[in-house]
Every structure is written in structure tokens, then in C-alpha cells.
């Protein structure tokens, strides 16, 4: 049985042999491109070398606790946590399935499933990387832009960097939950990309803008909210590119939040868009020494236009010379 379904698909399988044999046949049938690992170990090692690879099948044998770490291994590894892993497994531990899914697996299947099943899994799980690499690749362009637009002016030139490693240590510190800290990473990168439809004479003035020139720079997280609310991957950022300019006291823009209605994430990212902005030097003035980039941030806190407790946080990771690692990072 041969799929009609053309789908490029790089396979990597590892473990018993005798296991694998009649998978790797099928799996050969379908004209698909497969490679062997000489040992479990191997595997990390070959996907590192080769990141093209789309599918991992381990054949579990009779050390399934092997079989259940290397797909830990796979999943926890930022170069390849997104590979699909399918475990193949012998009718004994047809009992364990949740600890392979618990492990990190995608999918888990035995050796004597009928062929047919065999290549619609593998399908699937391809299917799945495929669709995660199409939404990486939307993320990186969009990243791109966002960087690109800061490019046009050398006193904003590693802002979106800086900004992303600040909320990111803030969010750390608030422990604030995994999804949060991408949100914050992300977030802080294209925070400003809604830039893109502001004019260069307005966006480089060098002096203070007039009030008709504010109302069209105010315009930027509404332009950069729009340019990202129907890219699904970036649905958790959306609250911190539309409110990052949100201030707790109801003063801020575009919607005039205030109070428990302006989010956790949006005011991390303003502590820190704020943070940097008076740190570093502008076409007007230089950078402010930090123990007064401190001193008006704290005044800002008192009068609402910053969140007090986030800007505490931001504080003790100065006070602890902790800065410096942060934009090293950044850079």
C-alpha cells in the first residue's frame, strides 16, 4: 500500500533492529528518505548534524526506560524539540503508552499495526512538524521585521534585544509560567513593529514632536496589533504590542486601561520599553546613569504611570549587578 500523499519526509529510526525492520521496509516502500542510528545516543548527535530530519521512530525493545529519555532528550533540546517522535513498542508495554506520551512522544504505535496505520501515523506525525516549521519560519520573518525596523535609527539599534532580555528576567523573577516567558521574549522583539507605518521624518525627528505628529506615532501599537492578530503563533504577544504604552493610572494609549484591566505582560514590557529608553542615549541627550533612570522610574510608579512592583523587580536586578549578564545576552 502506497500513499497518494506527497509529502517530503526525512526519517530517522534507532533501536532494535528486529524491531524496526518491517517499518523501515514500509516505510522505504513509500519512497521515503530513511536513515539509521547505530545506537540511542546516536540520535541527538544526528539530528544536531542534521536538522532537515522531520521524524524520530525508536524501537523501545526491552529498554523501553532508554527509549523514554531519549525522547525527553529530543523535546527538552531547543534545536530539536520540535522533530516528531513516535515510540514503537512491543505488545508488554502496550500498558505504558501514557509514559511515552508523558515523555514527549508523539505518537506511539506497535511493530504489528497493519501497514496501512503505519503509514498514516507516520503521515501525521510529518504532517505536524511540517506545520510547526511553516509557523518558525512566520515567527522569524516577522522577527526579521521587527529588527529591521529598528535598524533605520542607530539611537534605537539593539532596543528591541534589550527590551526582550529585561522582560524576560522580569517575568523570571514575577515566576510567571513558561508560555509567559515566550510571550515576553517574543513579545519585547516586535513590540515596536506596528512602526512600520510611521513615517521616517516622524519617527527619526530629532527634537519633541508636535501634537499632530504624537497622534500619528500613537498610532503604532494599533498598526503593529493589526499587522499580527490573525498569525495564530503570535496570539499570546498581541497584548503586549497593543498595550505596551498602557499605564496603570488610565493615562496611556490606545484604549486608556487602567487598574486591573491592563495585564501582567503589557506592564512588564512598558517597565522595561521605559527602562531602556532612558538608559540609552537619544538624539537629544545622552543616556541617564542608572541610579536616575531609577529615580524617575520610582516616581512614575508613585503616580501610576508605571506597575510599582514591577519596577521593583527591574530595581533589585540592578542593585544586584545583574545587568550586565542580561545585555551581554542581548547583544
Given at each position: 500500500?502506497?500513499?497518494?500523499?506527497?509529502?517530503?519526509?526525512?526519517?530517522?529510526?534507532?533501536?532494535?533492529?528486529?524491531?524496526?525492520a518491517?517499518?523501515?521496509?514500509?516505510?522505504?516502500?513509500?519512497?521515503?528518505?530513511?536513515?539509521?542510528?547505530?545506537?540511542?545516543?546516536d540520535?541527538?548527535?544526528?539530528?544536531?548534524?542534521?536538522?532537515?530530519?522531520?521524524?524520530v521512530?525508536v524501537?523501545?525493545?526491552?529498554?523501553?526506560?532508554?527509549?523514554?529519555?531519549?525522547?525527553?532528550?529530543?523535546?527538552?533540546?531547543?534545536?530539536?524539540?520540535?522533530?516528531?517522535?513516535?515510540?514503537?513498542?512491543g505488545?508488554?508495554?502496550?500498558?505504558?503508552?501514557?509514559?511515552?506520551?508523558e515523555?514527549?512522544?508523539?505518537?506511539c504505535?506497535?511493530?504489528?499495526?497493519?501497514?496501512?496505520?503505519?503509514?498514516?501515523?507516520?503521515?501525521?506525525?510529518?504532517r505536524?512538524?511540517?506545520?510547526?516549521?511553516?509557523?518558525?519560519?512566520?515567527?522569524?520573518?516577522?522577527?526579521?521585521?521587527a529588527?529591521?525596523?529598528?535598524?533605520?535609527?542607530?539611537?534605537?539599534?539593539?532596543?528591541v534585544?534589550?527590551?526582550?532580555?529585561?522582560?524576560?528576567e522580569?517575568?523570571?523573577?514575577?515566576q510567571?509560567?513558561q508560555?509567559?516567558?515566550?510571550?515576553?521574549?517574543?513579545?519585547?522583539?516586535?513590540?515596536?513593529?506596528?512602526?512600520?507605518?510611521?513615517?521616517?521624518?516622524?519617527?527619526?525627528?530629532?527634537?519633541?514632536?508636535?501634537?499632530?505628529?504624537?497622534?500619528v506615532?500613537r498610532?503604532?501599537?494599533?498598526?503593529?496589533?493589526?499587522?499580527?492578530?490573525?498569525?495564530?503563533?503570535?496570539?499570546?504577544?498581541?497584548?503586549?504590542?497593543?498595550?505596551?504604552?498602557?499605564?496603570?493610572?488610565?493615562?496611556?494609549y490606545?484604549?486608556?486601561?487602567?487598574?486591573?484591566?491592563?495585564?501582567?505582560?503589557?506592564?512588564?514590557?512598558?517597565?522595561?520599553?521605559?527602562?531602556?529608553?532612558?538608559s540609552?542615549?537619544?538624539?537629544?541627550?545622552?543616556?541617564?546613569?542608572?541610579?536616575?533612570?531609577?529615580?524617575i522610574?520610582?516616581?512614575?510608579?508613585?503616580?501610576?504611570?508605571?506597575?510599582?512592583?514591577?519596577?521593583?523587580?527591574?530595581?533589585?536586578?540592578?542593585?544586584e549587578q545583574?545587568?550586565?549578564?542580561?545585555?551581554?545576552?542581548a547583544?
Amino acid at each position: 500500500m502506497k500513499s497518494e500523499i506527497l509529502i517530503p519526509t526525512r526519517i530517522l529510526l534507532a533501536g532494535e533492529a528486529a524491531d524496526l525492520a518491517r517499518v523501515l521496509a514500509i516505510a522505504r516502500g513509500q519512497g521515503w528518505n530513511c536513515q539509521r542510528a547505530d545506537t540511542l545516543r546516536d540520535v541527538l548527535q544526528r539530528l544536531r548534524r542534521h536538522p532537515t530530519i522531520d521524524l524520530v521512530i525508536v524501537a523501545a525493545g526491552e529498554d523501553l526506560a532508554a527509549a523514554l529519555e531519549l525522547c525527553r532528550q529530543i523535546k527538552l533540546d531547543e534545536r530539536t524539540r520540535f522533530v516528531s517522535v513516535i515510540l514503537l513498542i512491543g505488545p508488554e508495554h502496550a500498558r505504558r503508552r501514557a509514559d511515552a506520551y508523558e515523555a514527549g512522544a508523539d505518537d506511539c504505535l506497535t511493530a504489528i499495526a497493519p501497514e496501512r496505520e503505519i503509514v498514516i501515523r507516520i503521515l501525521k506525525a510529518v504532517r505536524l512538524k511540517h506545520a510547526t516549521d511553516s509557523l518558525e519560519d512566520s515567527e522569524s520573518i516577522i522577527t526579521a521585521l521587527a529588527k529591521a525596523i529598528e535598524g533605520k535609527d542607530e539611537y534605537t539599534c539593539g532596543h528591541v534585544d534589550r527590551v526582550s532580555a529585561y522582560c524576560v528576567e522580569i517575568g523570571r523573577r514575577l515566576q510567571v509560567g513558561q508560555e509567559a516567558l515566550a510571550a515576553l521574549k517574543t513579545g519585547g522583539v516586535v513590540h515596536d513593529i506596528g512602526k512600520i507605518g510611521i513615517p521616517d521624518h516622524i519617527l527619526n525627528k530629532p527634537g519633541k514632536l508636535s501634537d499632530g505628529e504624537m497622534a500619528v506615532m500613537r498610532r503604532h501599537p494599533l498598526i503593529g496589533y493589526d499587522i499580527l492578530k490573525n498569525l495564530r503563533t503570535f496570539g499570546p504577544v498581541l497584548p503586549i504590542v497593543r498595550w505596551h504604552h498602557e499605564r496603570p493610572n488610565g493615562s496611556g494609549y490606545p484604549d486608556g486601561l487602567e487598574g486591573e484591566a491592563l495585564p501582567l505582560l503589557p506592564r512588564i514590557a512598558a517597565v522595561a520599553d521605559v527602562f531602556d529608553a532612558l538608559s540609552t542615549a537619544r538624539p537629544y541627550r545622552g543616556p541617564f546613569p542608572l541610579s536616575q533612570c531609577l529615580q524617575i522610574m520610582r516616581q512614575s510608579a508613585a503616580e501610576g504611570d508605571l506597575d510599582g512592583e514591577v519596577v521593583q523587580v527591574l530595581a533589585q536586578i540592578i542593585e544586584e549587578q545583574s545587568l550586565a549578564g542580561l545585555l551581554a545576552a542581548a547583544a
